[in-house]
């Protein structure tokens, strides 16, 4: 059978095509570091392709080691183990942002990795990922929110008093809000400070938020990109809880400023797959707010998950495609949708006792679907799987919020009221 000729940016041995078999007759495998729910369900949108999949992740149980054909349980530093991810994939790409930069690195040299290791070691590190925004902020359009970068006594002392009250945030491992502490004057910034052992560290002014939306882009090996419109997100202690997704969930100019500063961001730094760029909407006096960009995510985002249900393709089906070398098709959504994360908290009562949350009633609601990630653990605070709820477009985003409403008031999940 004859296959579309590469295009000339495309790495050795790419495109991937789906049905294609590699040299040990076997269909040709996707590998993806780390085995949590981001991989688990880009493990799905890879198999519904024909492609098989393997998963780098040293957790036996891991959602997405769960559901692979092949399951590499080393550490992701593991030299033997990235040599076996290497040996059995076509293609690698990453779920997991705390991936080690030099892990991405090694797999680069044997195989086409996307995103590669510059792009992930940007969004590990939020000093670089401060600056890189900021030097991208002449072609977005779009700034950072006034920062200090604090790695010294010195730096500490110097901090201008204007970017009090603010959030001190460590450079590298911070997500779900760890790493962060609210710091209302210089003496509580240099307790703080002490606190997190004098990590390198951001100090970012507390903004005043009117809400937050994010961006999911793809962008391919070519430099093709294509974006979903905006979420926008409604996060409780620090997590995200709810994914507003319909016409009209942010001010429409609004949106196209964040969804064009998006794909010049992911352009500029020369991205290759699925990246998010969460955004703040602040309150800068005028009736529908200012936009400043607040990190980026290196894979697809929890913002997302809303894609799988209400869009043509998903954002895992794009990372699929953009791993691949596979053409990106513009994302199409055909329903307005809102997505409820379920944490821990869900599979207890008010007494702390432990029990099954009452999915009979939740399934029973036209335009719900459950995902589980598959963990065996319910613990408070952790992902354990989220709810979209899909209406028809006709009838607009008041059909899904109402249904949202009664599983939210059925599963006794936070977040719905605040903001909508
Ligand atoms: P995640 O990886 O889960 O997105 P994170 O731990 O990397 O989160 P941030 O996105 O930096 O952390 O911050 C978490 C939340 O804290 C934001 O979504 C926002 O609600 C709030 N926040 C962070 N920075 C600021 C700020 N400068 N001003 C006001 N609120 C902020
Ligand atoms: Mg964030």
Known sequence: MSQPAASPALPAGLPVFPGSLSASGQPATLGVMGGGQLGRMFVHAAQRLGYFTAVLDPDPQSPAGQVSHHHVQTA???????????????????????????????????????????????????????????????????????????????????????????????????????????????AELAAAWAELK???????????????????????????????????????DGILAVT??????????????????????????????????????????????????????????????????????????????????????????????????LLGEVWFDAQGQARTPDWQAVLALPGTRLHLYGKLEARAGRKMGHINITGSALAGPAGVLATARRVADILGLPGLDALS
């Open 76 to 186: 992701y530093g593991d030299q033997q183990g990235l040599s076996q991810l290497a040996a059995l994939c076509a293609a690698i790409t990453t779920e997991f942002e705390n991936v080690p930069a030099d892990a991405l690195q090694t797999l680069g040299l044997s195989r086409p990795v996307a995103p590669g290791a510059a792009a992930v070691a940007i969004a590990q590190d939020r000093i670089l990922e401060k600056a890189r925004l900021s030097a991208c902020a002449a072609l977005s359009g779009v700034h950072c929110a006034p920062y200090a970068v604090i790695e010294s006594a010195a730096q500490l002392q110097a901090v201008a008093p204007d970017l009090l009250p603010g959030i001190l945030k460590t450079a590298r491992m911070g997500y779900d809000g760890k790493g962060q502490v609210r710091v209302g004057n210089a």
């Open 198 to 236: 004098g990590v390198p560290c951001v100090l970012e002014k507390r903004m005043p938020l009117k809400s937050e939306c994010s961006v999911i882009v793809a962008r391919g090996w070519s430099g093709e990109v294509v974006s979903f419109a905006p979420q926008r997100n409604v996060h409780v």
């Open 244 to 341: 507003h997704a319909y016409e009209g969930n942010v001010p429409a100019a609004l949106a196209a400023r964040a969804q064009a500063a998006t794909e010049s961001i992911a352009s500029q730094i020369r991205y290759v797959g699925v990246l998010c760029v969460e955004f703040f909407v602040v309150d800068d006096g005028s009736a529908q707010g200012g936009l400043i960009v607040n990190e980026i995510a290196p894979r697809p985002h929890n913002s997302g998950h809303y894609t799988v249900d209400a869009c043509d393709v998903s954002q895992f089906d794009l990372q699929v495609h953009a791993m691949a070398g596979l053409s990106l098709p513009r994302p199409r959504q055909h329903s307005p949708a809102i997505m409820l994360n």
